[in-house]
């Protein structure tokens, strides 16, 4: 049996039912997906639960409770006392593993859900129309439209091309785009590389157009086939979780060593084997956060989905790290900067004066707009309410908005002057040209539009030359966009390949002016983030002179910023260019081969660089960038694919919104080292320091593991949720490296440790010593069930010091309701595990008289009035600061 492409395009559509016009109907799509199965690749299994659990076993911390079990199980064995502490610290590893099991699958699935929601799309035409689908959803028979920058859905044989360019490298591994002709049948077995009349699934449209009708989709393509090598590889950590796990083995580390070498001292000493390694383990586990990499994972994917919510898909986790850190954001202008809703305001014809677009037209003038949208590729959509939608690249809508306002009907326009030849625009040469069969005499009328400086247009003398300049320069210094209008007539074509010969001598028509106005929101973000120290770059294909304009009205130029052309751009050497890159604010008549050297260029300065980009050429640049954010709405999706975040509507504030957010899980990591590191420094001090005065254990690692999973975990989970201080926006960028315990961080963690160690000592000599009831005698278990209460109370009223710099007594429930509810819900479950007897008495906890419970209370509050104290002292200075202008580095 032949195969595809040894069949004419007709024979084809035979085969397949479906008609080039109308393409498929909603019955055929369902008969057809029931038959062929969705358009994806199959799955690659996902890692086991058996395989999960292996992996969350060998994490340190596990293995340090672990071994706590077994060792407390040898000394329930061996002293008989029931088996109580190994259970519970058995069921707490238990439940660190679901947990951890269950947020790791949750954060995948917002993370699947996220890449769904930027899964491709692809234009087919079915029920006689064109429309965009999800590329899952196409199925063989479906017809589907090729333009430069679509990903091909699946396989699919020619229709129709016009200069049609695939990049088919990942298949055949050749660098060259691949010319199709829809028209070849070819012979017998071809390879791929030779199968000028079919495309591929996942290879990409790099310039041309074309119609194709898809022949085999999913598992049954040419790269279904070898999908394998598609899997990407899945980097779930960040360099921001990295540096966490490293921040949490040094202070493993730190207690490991001591635990040894109290170990070994003890021995020396004589001390009884069994104890001293009932002391190395509670040491341990008084070091490890166990609950650290859990709130992280839950702040990042908290952050997320705020910013998706915000119309911002991360697609790189580590985008939302990063972002906190960007200092420099280039934008394109058109679409993100400004409002892509573009309007003619002037029109030019060569000889008179420029008119409004409200005036009346001459002949000559309409015959310009006219030969204007020949140059078009818009198509128009009639809706049933009347309503009219213009399809197509915006500035071509504006010039067809405007034939429309002046009575010409487009579709009979398109009837009465239908192409003979096109060269497509592309924003590296900035101007198309389209040929039609001359109109008025013989021969062929050759209509180029494009920018300016870029056609080649006969100019007769000085004078003319300087009038166009005037003219031009005047439109441009009112931020307009400006097309130029050339021409000639033709008597012979040359071949297809030599079409552009055609763009050479021609005769200047006019111009017209366009306005893009800037959005509103726009102007704002970009100041908002001058004071958050990130600066603003434009980039945009337009003229310098436009450009400036439009940068003025945006806020980007407020003094003296420079603006560089892309011809300027290439006249300087790598190392001049990073020399002289903080002038430069705007970018003007750049191609986006260009933007690679900008984002190189600031980096090479150390500033954290944030890039957007729609098009293919965008790529290497997003990719390049710290940042790669590619457009939802007008990008392609090689854009998309080389991003690291898409904006799902195209507006520069958008991109501010996320680097909020992503200063905010900047800050909310902190809070959480901040918080959880206290605890863990003080529970090694506590140990430790009573074990200098000669004291017995003050607290068992079953009472640790309680404080630190249950006291510090709960809370921990809700930090994840802070909302961002509004002040966040009014500092510098987070510096790339900067360390989690800069800003005075530590003086407070110290200050906090002392705090933490003294009541908890306090309480201990209390509860061991001192008769404060007629009904509690003083005892060893008293000692330790005070200890456990003011070291998990403590820790738990913790949180409100690490969760904001505001007084507490200005926080409100509203803050952050889940903080304050799991708060109580630690509170109560510390108070049920002592205070109930029979639970208490299993734990190995003593009853304690009401004298007992207000000391315990009493103590407890005392690092949090220390912290209030500090944070008012601070506050005070920060003010004071604010006042004189000075820039603060963050503060937790
Ligand atoms: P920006 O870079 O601001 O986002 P852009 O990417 O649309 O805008 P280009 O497409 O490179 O910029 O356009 C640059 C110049 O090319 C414009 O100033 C205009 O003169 C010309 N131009 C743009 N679109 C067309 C078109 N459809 N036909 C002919 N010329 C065009």
């Not at 510090?712 to 509004?726: M, V």
Request: hydrophobic content about 45%; overall charge negative.
């Amino acid at each position: 049996m032949k195969t595809w492409h040894e069949k004419g395009a007709s024979q084809v559509l035979e085969e397949l039912q479906v008609d080039v016009k109308r393409g498929l109907s909603d019955e055929d799509v369902i008969k057809k997906r029931e038959q062929y199965g969705e358009n994806k690749f199959a799955e690659f299994k996902k890692e086991g639960l058996l395989t999960k659990i292996l992996h969350q076993l060998t994490d340190v911390s596990q293995l340090i409770l672990i071994f706590a079990v077994i060792l407390s199980l040898g000394l329930a064995i061996r002293d008989g006392h029931g088996f109580i502490e190994p259970i519970v610290i058995g069921g707490i590893v238990i439940m660190n593993i679901i947990l951890a099991i269950t947020q790791e699958k949750s954060a995948e699935k917002a993370m699947e859900a996220l890449a769904n929601m930027s899964s491709p799309t692809c234009l087919v035409i079915r029920n006689g129309m064109q429309q965009q689908i999800m590329t899952v959803d196409v199925v063989p028979g479906d017809i589907i439209v090729l333009k430069a920058g679509n990903l091909i859905p699946s396989d699919a044989r020619l229709i129709s091309t016009n200069n049609l360019q695939i990049d088919e490298s990942s298949l055949t591994g050749e660098s060259e785009p691949a010319e199709k002709d829809a028209s070849l049948v070819l012979e017998g077995k071809a390879p791929l590389g030779d199968q000028k009349n079919m495309v591929f699934s996942s290879c990409l449209v790099t310039g041309g157009k074309g119609l194709a009708v898809a022949t085999s989709t999913g598992m049954s393509t040419q790269m279904g086939k070898i999908s394998a090598l598609l899997q990407q590889d899945k980097k779930t950590r960040t360099p921001l979780q990295n540096r966490l796990n490293r921040v949490g083995g040094t202070i493993s580390f730190i207690a490991i060593l001591s635990a040894v070498i109290l170990l070994v001292v003890g021995i020396m000493q004589g001390e009884d084997l069994w104890s001293m390694l009932l002391l190395a383990v509670a040491l341990a586990v008084a070091a490890v956060p166990e609950t650290l990499n859990l709130i992280v994972t839950l702040t990042l994917t908290h952050g997320v989905k705020n910013m998706a919510e915000k119309h911002a898909l991360i697609r790189k986790l580590q985008a939302v790290e990063t972002l906190g850190s960007t200092s420099i954001i280039c934008s394109d202008k058109t679409g993100t900067l400004t409002q892509n809703i573009m309007t003619i305001k002037r029109l030019w014809i060569y000889g008179e004066e420029p008119i409004k677009e409200t005036d009346e037209l001459s002949e000559e003038q309409n015959w310009f707009l006219e030969k204007l949208l020949i140059a078009c590729n818009t198509t128009i959509e009639r809706k049933d309410d009347g309503e009219i939608r213009i399809l197509g690249d915006s500035t071509e809508a504006a010039i067809t908005r405007l034939a429309l306002d002046k009575g010409i009907d487009i579709d009979a326009f398109r009837k009465r002057y239908p192409k003979v030849a096109e060269i497509p625009f592309s924003s590296s040469r900035k101007m198309m040209t389209v040929v039609i069969k001359n109109p008025r005499g013989s021969g062929y009328l050759v209509i180029t539009k494009g920018a300016f400086d870029r056609i080649p247009y006969i100019i007769k003398n000085n004078d003319q030359r300087l009038e166009l300049q005037d003219v031009h320069n005047k439109m441009a210094a009112d931020a307009m966009r400006i097309i130029t209008l050339a021409s000639k007539v033709v008597d012979e074509l040359p071949g297809k390949s030599e079409l552009e010969k055609l763009e050479a001598d021609l005769s200047f028509d006019g111009l017209i002016g366009i306005i893009d106005p800037p959005r509103p929101e726009a102007i704002e973000s970009i100041r908002n983030a001058r004071r958050a120290g990130i600066r603003t770059i434009m980039i945009t294909g337009d003229h310098a002179a436009t450009a400036a304009a439009i940068a003025r009205e945006l806020g980007i130029i407020v003094a003296k910023e420079g603006v560089i052309t892309g011809p300027e751009l290439t006249e300087l050497s790598d190392e001049e260019l990073a020399e002289s890159i903080e002038f430069y604010s705007v970018y003007a008549r750049v191609s986006p081969e260009d933007k690679l050297r900008i984002v190189e260029a600031w980096q090479s300065r150390e500033e954290v660089v944030a890039m957007t980009g729609d098009g293919v050429n965008d790529s290497p640049a997003l990719r390049s960038a710290d940042v790669g954010i590619a457009m939802g709405i007008n990008g392609t999706d090689v854009a998309k694919g080389a991003s690291d975040m898409i904006l799902t509507d195209d507006n520069f504030a958008t991109i501010m919104d996320a680097v909020t957010e992503g200063r905010n899980v900047f800050a909310n990591i902190r809070r959480t080292i901040y918080f959880l590191i206290v605890c863990n420094i003080s529970e090694i001090v506590i140990i430790l320091g009573s074990q200098l005065m000669g004291w017995a254990m003050p607290v068992t690692p079953m009472m640790l593991i309680l404080i630190n999973v249950v006291g510090d975990g709960i809370p921990g989970l809700a930090l994840a949720r802070e909302k961002s201080d509004p002040r966040i926006m009014n500092r510098r960028p987070i510096g790339r490296n900067e360390s989690f315990f800069g800003g005075g961080l530590i003086e407070v963690i110290i200050q906090q440790v002392i705090a933490f160690a003294a009541v908890t000592w306090v309480g201990y000599y209390i509860g061991f010593y001192v008769v404060v009831s007629d009904t509690i005698a003083p005892s060893y278990a008293v000692a330790q069930t005070m200890v456990f209460l003011i070291l998990g109370f403590t820790s738990v009223l913790h949180v409100f010091t690490v969760k904001s710099r505001k007084s507490i007594f200005r926080m409100t429930f509203r803050d952050n309701p889940r903080l304050i509810i799991n708060v109580v819900i630690v509170f109560a479950i510390f108070v049920t595990l002592t205070a109930v007897p029979i639970i208490g008495a299993t734990l190995g906890f003593a009853p304690m008289s009401s004298n007992h419970w207000l000391i315990v209370i009493g103590l407890s509050l005392i690092p949090m009035a220390v912290a209030e104290y500090e944070k008012l002292w601070d506050n005070i200075k920060s003010r004071m600061a604010e006042k004189n202008r000075v820039n603060r580095p963050i503060k937790r």
